[in-house]
């Protein structure tokens, strides 16, 4: 995406990307919901190649993938009723979590624009807040979710660093990972639609029985090799 592009999404005049701080901010997006409070506070996040968010204790035996897409109702459905689930287990070192971000732009316009913002919330250790606050949006806010100044106000929500935030969203970092998220998804052979998920690279169901069988028949395994 060039700046002209990004610019024209969040409709902003002369180029002014910078978010202000303060109170100010928030009233730019009326109703803008804040992120559940200490969710990750004292979870281990960290990125990894091509940059994708990643989440929990690099060891964990369980690996779950997800491939979202912010302007997807069934992936801002699962991330309300399945994701909750897979936290306590996140925070008990079982699970680690890796997020492959996908984009179209549906009925929800600046779907791209939500995914790249959260991909350089996730160079501040903020995508998973930042994820938060999309998918709440989508589910407010509906076609008028990803609005530019909504956008923006999540930087002054979750107290970003606006400067290096701006800098990311406009070189071709977030680009390169939307891009890899693309190839991604269109290698795997059982990829229909999202959200997609996969424990230990085995495609799951994206509801939480059949999520949690999975995950705990990946951890039986796991003992038993290592009894």
Not at 56 to 76: Q, T
Not at 83 to 89: G, Q, V
Not at 103 to 108: H, K, Q, S
């Amino acid at each position: 995406m060039s700046i002209f592009r990004w610019l024209a999404l969040i409709g902003l005049m002369g180029g002014l990307l910078i978010m202000p701080t303060g109170v100010g901010a928030q009233d730019q997006a009326e109703g803008t919901p804040t992120p559940v409070e200490d969710r990750y506070t004292d979870l281990f996040q960290a990125q990894i190649a091509p940059g994708f968010p990643f989440l929990g204790f690099p060891e964990a035996a369980v690996g779950v993938r997800l491939y979202m897409r912010f302007g997807d109702p069934a992936s801002a459905a699962f991330h309300e009723t399945v994701y909750p689930a897979l936290l306590p287990r996140v925070a008990a070192g079982e699970v680690r979590l890796t997020m492959v971000p996908l984009f179209t732009e549906t009925a929800i316009p600046g779907a791209e624009g939500a995914a790249r913002a959260a991909i350089c919330a996730s160079d501040q250790n903020e995508f998973w807040g930042f994820q938060d606050l999309l998918f709440g949006w989508q589910r407010e806010f509906g076609a008028a979710a990803f609005d530019g100044e909504r956008l923006l106000s999540g930087v002054d929500v979750l107290g970003l660093n606006s400067v290096s935030w701006n800098q990311c969203l406009l070189s071709n970092r977030p680009d390169l990972t939307l891009e890899s998220a693309q190839s991604e998804s269109s290698l795997e052979i059982n990829f229909t639609e999202t959200p997609f998920v996969t424990v230990n690279g085995i495609p799951v169901l994206p509801d939480l029985p059949s999520l949690t069988a999975a995950i705990d028949e990946e951890l039986s395994a796991a003992a038993a090799r290592g009894a």
